[in-house]
């Protein structure tokens, strides 16, 4: 299934639940504005190339357009309306004044040298700049796959050069020199963190953090984050994955400095102890480590199973094997639509990614007001808001559950997004 099918699947589940016009339906399954255009650009030999980039904003009915860009060979136009769309959800989950955008450029980065990057970013937000997509306070983007605060830099300053004056607050996720805000690296991570925590402290008030064992699939920034911030507070973190395969602490505990050790001299965290199927025993043994499969990890009798990678690893048919009874989505829609229901019928809690994944863009809402008002906030201040935000969030979500006859959270984020979206649409009479 196409995921923006598997978006309007949710969003009808979520309709039928609060027994909603059709009309709500409607006004949520199209984004306002689409705007595709051929971007071209210099190579590094003097030939151009041209390549396909999107930027999709969902709905603004609550504020500005909000969403990462993200440079992948797969960007295409299915995915970034999908995204566009969750992104408007997921803002109004946490109550952020914004809505819903996505951009993509349809490119791999790898393929390009550094100065091919940075004349890409440059030529997509010109492109999108001059169409009038791109604004302060109409539409501000953020890093996502394979763009960083380096191409956040470019477009900021190819912004700039257009317009003619400064104006940091016209895209998220900088380098800390530009205007970008502290605790945004780990934000995801954090708000994750925050819920996953509440979550556990509501349904298991006689347990403390060491009594639950954590795998995390994915050790990339979000994987990586979760595995300290989550170790410094006491949790255990068993196991970790990265593309390459897994690795399990015996003992009960991974020592989180090791595990990016192995990452950083073995090239990836099995990549320490193997070389193909060849495994060194010994080093295992001294380390005490084992290496496991990806299915493997995702498999294991753990309290909590994080999954920080990829989309639709959770499918029909590995969805029985699940034993971890609560999972916490801190990548975008990991789990399928079948492999859901699945999951839902068989009593494990899902905390979904419009949920689970909101304090970035959070983070990056609190860049885009410091930008505003010319502040800086220290980095305490910046979690003690993000903390705020993702309770009440959570505490808002406990309520529709409550009231919708304890459906799912992932349909109950739904029924708040729809509903805090709708409310708007109203007010605007545009509804
Ligand atoms: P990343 O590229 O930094 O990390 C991805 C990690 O997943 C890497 O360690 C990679 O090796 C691993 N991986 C890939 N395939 C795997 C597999 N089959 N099994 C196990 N591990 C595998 O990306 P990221 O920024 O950490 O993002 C991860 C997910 O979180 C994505 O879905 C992204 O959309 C979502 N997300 C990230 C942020 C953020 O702020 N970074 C915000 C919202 C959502």
């Given at each position: ?306 999954l920080a990678a990829l989309d639709g690893v959770i499918h029909q048919e590995n969805a029985d094997k699940i034993k971890a009874p609560v999972v916490l989505e801190l990548a975008n829609g990991p789990i399928t639509i079948e492999a859901d229901e ?54 808002d979500l406990l309520q529709i559950q409550g009231q919708y006859n304890g459906a799912s959270l992932r349909t109950s984020a739904f029924v708040l997004g729809m509903q805090r979206i709708l409310s708007a649409m109203k007010l605007r009479g545009r509804l």
């Open positions: 299934m196409k995921p923006f099918e598997n978006f309007l699947l949710n969003l009808r589940k979520a309709v039928n639940v609060i027994g909603l016009k059709d009309s709500a339906f409607e006004a949520l399954s199209e984004p306002e504005n689409i705007f595709e255009s051929e971007i071209s650009f210099k190579k590094d030999d003097g030939s151009d190339m041209t390549v396909s980039g999107y930027r999709v904003q969902h709905n603004s009915a609550r504020g500005p357009y909000k969403g990462g860009i993200r440079f992948h060979p797969d960007a295409d136009i299915d995915e970034v309306k999908t995204l566009a769309s969750l992104m408007s959800l997921k803002c109004a989950v946490v109550n952020l004044p914004l809505g819903g955008g996505k951009g993509g450029v349809q490119v791999n980065p790898k393929d390009l040298s550094e100065s091919e990057l940075e004349r890409l970013s440059r030529a997509y937000f010109r492109a999108g700049t001059e169409a009038g997509v791109f604004g302060v306070k109409k539409d501000i983007p953020a890093p996502d796959v394979y763009t960083n605060p380096q191409v956040m830099s470019w477009m900021m300053d190819e912004y700039e050069q257009i317009v003619g004056y400064k104006e940091p607050g016209v895209i998220t996720g900088k380098p800390l020199e530009l205007g970008g805000s502290l605790g945004r690296n780990y934000a995801t991570s954090q708000g994750g963190f925050f819920i996953l925590e509440e979550y556990l402290k509501q349904q298991y008030p006689d347990k403390s953090p060491k009594d639950f064992r954590i795998a995390v699939q994915g050790f990339g920034n979000a994987g990586a984050y979760f595995a300290d911030i989550a170790d410094r507070a006491g949790y255990k973190v068993v196991a970790v994955s990265d593309s390459k395969g897994a690795v399990f602490c015996e003992g009960d505990q991974c020592e989180i400095p090791k595990l990016h050790k192995y990452k950083k001299e073995g090239g990836s965290l099995r990549g320490n102890f193997c070389d193909g199927d060849a495994c060194d025993i010994e080093k295992m043994s001294t380390e005490k480590v084992k290496v496991m499969t990806n299915d493997e990890l995702l498999e294991m009798e753990v309290d909590v199973l994080v699945i999951l839902e019928s068989r009593d494990i809690t899902i905390i979904p990614d419009i949920l689970a994944n909101a304090g970035g863009v959070t983070v990056s809402y609190f860049e885009w007001v410091q930008n505003r008002s010319g502040d800086v906030w220290e980095e305490e201040v910046v979690n003690q808001k993000l903390k705020k935000v993702m309770h009440h969030a959570f505490r």
